[in-house]
């Protein structure tokens, strides 16, 4: 019985905390891509939205060090996390795409816990939305443009982490070193 509940849990969108930023311009949920940030400076959840709101920005998801997930944009509508964007002959990433930032540097390895909590995510995400299941993970860094105008989430983003316990269509990276 146990084992069922802890299963059925899993399937349901993970324990999140919830303060969503200003805006509700919808966002296009028919193709729906994951991209991976990082906040630059690894600072608390609470400066990070603070500064994301001063300036008119935001990602849906905010995973701190710890694992604690933070929702800050509804999933159907659009957040200002890609900027100029272009991928594979497809540009305006802001508008269909699912921004989820991890706390941290490019220079910081990321914590055991921001990775369980990350495969949680992809995963509610590709439950809510089947399609984003064959669609590679990116990174700012994928998406940016011009291309070597981001580099988040850095060199120590380990990208087949996501992938061994997820069903998205790795890009190449899905191999452990």
């Known amino acids: 019985m146990l084992t069922t509940l802890a299963l059925v849990l899993q399937l349901q969108a993970p324990l999140v905390v919830k303060n969503f930023l200003p805006g509700k ?3 296009d949920t028919t193709r729906n891509y994951i991209v991976i940030h990082n906040d630059g400076a690894s600072l608390s959840a609470m400066a990070t939205r603070a500064i994301l709101k001063r300036r008119g920005l935001s990602y849906h998801y905010f995973i701190s060090r710890t694992g604690e997930i933070h929702q800050w944009k509804d ?7 890609a900027g100029v964007s272009k ?30 909590a990350l495969t949680l995510l992809v995963n509610y995400i590709n439950m809510r939305y089947p399609d984003s299941k064959e669609k590679p993970i990116l990174g700012h860094s994928d998406v940016a443009y011009p291309k070597t ?10 990208l087949w982490r996501i992938y061994n316990d997820t069903t998205n269509n790795p890009r190449g990276q899905a191999k452990a070193p």
Not at 75 to 81: D, I, R, S, V
Not at 151 to 157: A, I, N, S, Y
Request: with cysteine; glycine share 10%; net charge positive.
């Open 75 to 81: 999933l159907t509508q659009k957040a200002l996390h």
């Open 149 to 158: 105008r981001k580099k988040d989430p850095g060199e120590h983003f380990q």
């Open 25 to 27: 311009t919808l966002r």
């Open 87 to 116: 991928w594979n002959g497809i540009g305006d990433w802001n508008t269909f795409s699912i921004g989820v930032c991890l706390q941290g540097t490019n220079f910081l390895p990321y914590t055991e816990k921001q990775y369980q």
